[in-house]
């Protein structure tokens, strides 16, 4: 099949969760012998860039309008452009502002699939006209014959969604190799440090994570990895909070897999501070690779929680767990998250693909 993954900003990913997806799924396509199409938009290019490897295009335009329709605008901009030059098979649309893009080609009979976004309404950053775009092709597409698909039990929950209208593929961790990435002027030993990777917004928590690492008096290294993925003016406030403790770095945003599997198996600790649903890439990889975790208290990171996982709400809570975190590991143990393969992702993807009432 020719299928189309678009409504991400694009591969390779450097962005969060849907950007992730549509780079795993192209990898797994080709597997399958299909061949992908991905959109995507930025606002670092100015002109359209085509990349093909291995049979698979990679199609980026320049991002246009205000944050809050960019998603929606540039997908359509793309989608039409491609329209004249292909036809496809099979398309994936990633995100309910999106709903339009799936509409278009479910009506030309083109086997469709719409990823709906997370609790868009929790999201600090996102106006309120944003908030209302996300809950109105909701409930259009909701109400359309178009499969759709969630990340998280949590997110169809918190969505109030049938079971039988949506379908539940959560993400799987990234298996690589492991490569100890080279930080100038930070020596970096094993089980001496504790990490914590995220984009620099208000839901992640950064803030009251440095708050509540200061107060443990913990003197391993702290280092929070994602400077320039986020809101500039949280990126100052983490950076003011940081300069107080000589311990904690804050460090440039990191895609390299290999190096992020690495930081993950030789921290003391993971600290996951995610508060907006749904799946978060990095807390599945945590999953696999790190040997403890200490995860923001919420549903979306408690769902398929496992025994290496401890929760905190609030910032004494995140400085108690610090203080006990030699009593909190236990070695030799096997991990209990039954965590699927990309492989079988795919799979659920294709089969979804397939079938069209």
Same mark, same amino acid.
């Given at each position: 099949?020719?299928?189309?993954?678009?409504?991400?900003?694009?591969?390779?990913?450097?962005?969060?969760?849907?950007?992730?997806?549509?780079?795993?799924?192209?990898?797994?396509?080709?597997?399958?012998?299909?061949?992908?199409?991905?959109?995507?938009?930025?606002?670092?290019?100015?002109?359209?860039?085509?990349?093909?490897?291995?049979?698979?295009?990679?199609?980026?335009?320049?991002?246009?309008?205000?944050?809050?329709?960019?998603?929606?605008?540039?997908?359509?901009?793309?989608?039409?452009?491609?329209?004249?030059?292909?036809?496809?098979?099979?398309?994936?649309?990633?995100?309910?502002?999106?709903?339009?893009?799936?509409?278009?080609?479910?009506?030309?009979?083109?086997?469709?699939?719409?990823?709906?976004?997370?609790?868009?309404?929790?999201?600090?950053?996102?106006?309120?006209?944003?908030?209302?775009?996300?809950?109105?092709?909701?409930?259009?597409?909701?109400?359309?014959?178009?499969?759709?698909?969630?990340?998280?039990?949590?997110?169809?929950?918190?969505? =109030?969604?049938?079971?039988?209208?949506?379908?539940?593929?959560?993400?799987?961790?990234?298996?690589?190799?492991?490569? =100890?990435?080279?930080?100038?002027?930070?020596?970096?030993?094993?089980?001496?440090?504790?990490?914590?990777?995220?984009?620099?917004?208000?839901?992640?928590?950064?803030?009251?994570?440095?708050?509540?690492?200061?107060?443990? @008096?913990?003197?391993?290294?702290?280092?929070?990895?994602?400077?320039?993925?986020?809101?500039?003016?949280?990126?100052?406030?983490?950076?003011?909070?940081?300069?107080?403790?000589?311990?904690?770095?804050?460090?440039?945003?990191?895609?390299?897999?290999?190096?992020?599997?690495?930081?993950?198996?030789?921290? =003391?600790?993971?600290?996951?501070?995610?508060?907006?649903?749904?799946?978060?890439?990095?807390?599945?990889?945590?999953?696999?690779?790190?040997?403890?975790?200490?995860?923001?208290?919420?549903?979306?990171?408690?769902?398929?929680? @496992?025994?290496?996982?401890?929760?905190?709400?609030?910032?004494?809570?995140?400085?108690?767990?610090? =203080?006990?975190?030699?009593?909190?590991?236990?070695?030799?143990?096997?991990?209990?998250?039954?965590?699927?393969?990309?492989?079988?992702?795919?799979?659920?993807?294709?089969?979804?693909?397939?079938?069209?009432?």
């Amino acid at each position: 099949m020719k299928i189309l993954i678009c409504g991400s900003r694009g591969i390779p990913a450097q962005y969060g969760g849907f950007e992730s997806l549509a780079q795993a799924l192209t990898m797994n396509f080709s597997d399958h012998e299909h061949e992908v199409v991905v959109t995507g938009f930025s606002n670092e290019i100015k002109e359209q860039v085509i990349n093909q490897r291995n049979g698979n295009v990679s199609y980026q335009i320049p991002g246009r309008g205000p944050r809050f329709v960019q998603n929606f605008l540039c997908t359509w901009m793309a989608t039409q452009d491609l329209d004249t030059k292909h036809s496809f098979d099979a398309v994936i649309v990633l995100n309910d502002v999106n709903y339009f893009v799936a509409r278009k080609y479910w009506k030309k009979g083109v086997r469709t699939v719409l990823h709906l976004d997370g609790a868009e309404a929790k999201r600090s950053g996102l106006p309120l006209i944003g908030k209302f775009a996300h809950w109105f092709f909701r409930r259009l597409a909701v109400k359309s014959r178009i499969p759709l698909v969630v990340d998280s039990v949590a997110i169809k929950e918190h969505m =109030k969604l049938s079971s039988q209208k949506v379908a539940v593929i959560s993400y799987a961790p990234h298996v690589n190799e492991a490569k =100890k990435p080279e930080y100038k002027n930070l020596n970096l030993e094993p089980n001496r440090y504790f990490v914590a990777i995220a984009r620099f917004v208000d839901e992640n928590q950064i803030l009251q994570l440095i708050d509540g690492y200061i107060s443990s @008096g913990r003197d391993e290294q702290l280092l929070i990895v994602g400077l320039g993925t986020g809101s500039k003016k949280y990126e100052v406030r983490v950076l003011n909070a940081a300069q107080y403790d000589e311990d904690i770095h804050v460090l440039p945003k990191n895609y390299d897999r290999a190096e992020i599997n690495w930081l993950l198996q030789n921290a =003391k600790g993971y600290i996951h501070g995610h508060s907006v649903g749904g799946t978060n890439p990095i807390l599945v990889d945590a999953r696999l690779h790190a040997e403890l975790i200490l995860s923001h208290d919420n549903p979306y990171n408690r769902e398929n929680s @496992g025994h290496k996982e401890h929760f905190w709400s609030n910032n004494d809570q995140l400085t108690n767990l610090l =203080k006990s975190i030699d009593s909190l590991k236990v070695s030799g143990e096997v991990s209990d998250y039954g965590l699927d393969s990309w492989e079988t992702i795919t799979l659920q993807y294709l089969d979804l693909l397939t079938k069209r009432d």
